[in-house]
């Protein structure tokens, strides 16, 4: 296929190939090494036709955010629609989420360094913001679903309950890619979904 050809592509089609392109720079490099240039090179297109899908790195960044939210949405959806009792749900998400991360570490790494370099680059820090708030809105989405299906209500505050999850994935996926424990990892996620569903208090 030639340059022109591959110029040609549908847009979504051209994202999604430089996404891919991206990650594959990250988990090889780094996310630091992240410049629309390398990402060019990995793809095998010419620098333009980066530019002319994503507007700036930042966009870049936002669209590599999104790929792997879709993926945790998608995750959390299938929990919930396989039913169950409260703590089969969130055991089936959160172990979900820990395969995940088990299956792909180098892409958790990744992850894990852009939501960092949000806290010192100004262009990436709106990508992280937000980022960190669809996957605390898809959090709490999943809490509100298991209480309408139960008809019962959250003992405390229900962003709190959402957040204080959120953190813990993040962290429990930090401390597993340190140590490598598994069991440690997943018996950790195990608990949290017992813990979480004892705070769903049964209809009056």
């Keep these: 296929m030639t340059a022109g050809k591959r110029a040609h592509l549908p847009v979504e089609q051209r994202r999604a190939q430089l996404v891919a392109a991206a990650m594959r720079v990250m988990q090889r490099e780094g996310a630091w090494a992240l410049t629309t240039r390398a990402v060019a090179r990995e793809a095998g297109v010419p620098l333009g036709a980066v530019h002319y899908a994503f507007g700036s790195k930042a966009e870049l960044v936002r669209a590599v955010f999104q790929a792997d939210r879709e993926n945790a949405t998608a995750l959390l959806r299938r929990a919930v629609e396989a039913e169950g009792t409260p703590t089969e749900i969130l055991t089936r998400?959160?172990?979900?989420?820990?395969?995940?991360?088990?299956?792909?570490?180098?892409?958790?790494?990744?992850?894990?360094?852009?939501?960092?370099?949000?806290?010192?680059?100004?262009?990436?820090?709106?990508?992280?913001?937000?980022?960190?708030?669809?996957?605390?809105?898809?959090?709490?989405?999943?809490?509100?679903?298991?209480?309408?299906?139960?008809?019962?209500?959250?003992?405390?505050?229900?962003?709190?309950?959402?957040?204080?999850?959120?953190?813990?994935?993040?962290?429990?996926?930090?401390?597993?890619?340190?140590?490598?424990?598994?069991?440690l990892f997943r018996r950790c996620v195990q608990d949290a979904a017992r813990s979480l569903a004892a705070r769903l208090l049964p209809p009056p």
């Design 93 to 183: 998400a959160l172990v979900g989420y820990t395969d995940s991360v088990l299956a792909d570490p180098g892409a958790e790494i990744v992850l894990q360094e852009l939501t960092m370099m949000g806290g010192r680059d100004e262009d990436l820090r709106a990508a992280a913001r937000e980022s960190t708030e669809q996957y605390r809105a898809d959090v709490l989405d999943l809490l509100h679903r298991l209480a309408e299906a139960t008809g019962g209500s959250w003992s405390g505050d229900v962003e709190v309950l959402a957040e204080s999850l959120l953190g813990l994935l993040f962290g429990a996926s930090v401390n597993w890619l340190c140590t490598g424990d598994d069991e």
